[in-house]
C-alpha cells in the first residue's frame, strides 16, 4: 500500500474508535448563550455541572454525558453572579 493508503486508513479508524469516552457530569445546559465573569459571550454553549460546581462551559456537548439534559435555546445563563446586597 502507499503511504497515503496507510495514512487514510490510520484517519479512519481512528475517526470510527473516536478518541476518548465522554465524562460524566450531572446536567447539562445546552444550546445557550452564556455570558461568563469576564464579560464573554459563549453562544451555543454547553454548561455541564456535578453537583454545585460548573465543571465546563464548552462548545462540544458531544464530550459529555449526563444524566439530565435541558436545551435552554434562546436563554441566556448568567453563572457566578452575587448578591452584593446581602448583610
Keep these: 500500500k502507499s503511504s497515503l493508503e496507510t495514512l487514510s486508513l490510520v484517519l479512519l479508524t481512528v475517526a470510527m474508535v473516536g478518541g476518548e469516552s465522554p465524562e460524566s ?51 441566556t445563563v448568567l453563572p457566578g453572579l452575587i448578591n452584593v446586597h446581602v448583610h
Design 25 to 75: 457530569v450531572d446536567l447539562l445546559l445546552t444550546n445557550d448563550r452564556v455570558i461568563d465573569g469576564t464579560g464573554t459571550i459563549h453562544d451555543g454553549a454547553t454548561i455541564a455541572t456535578t453537583g454545585e460546581r460548573i465543571q465546563a462551559i464548552s462548545s462540544d456537548e458531544k464530550r459529555f454525558k449526563a444524566a439530565i439534559t435541558i436545551n435552554v435555546e434562546g436563554k
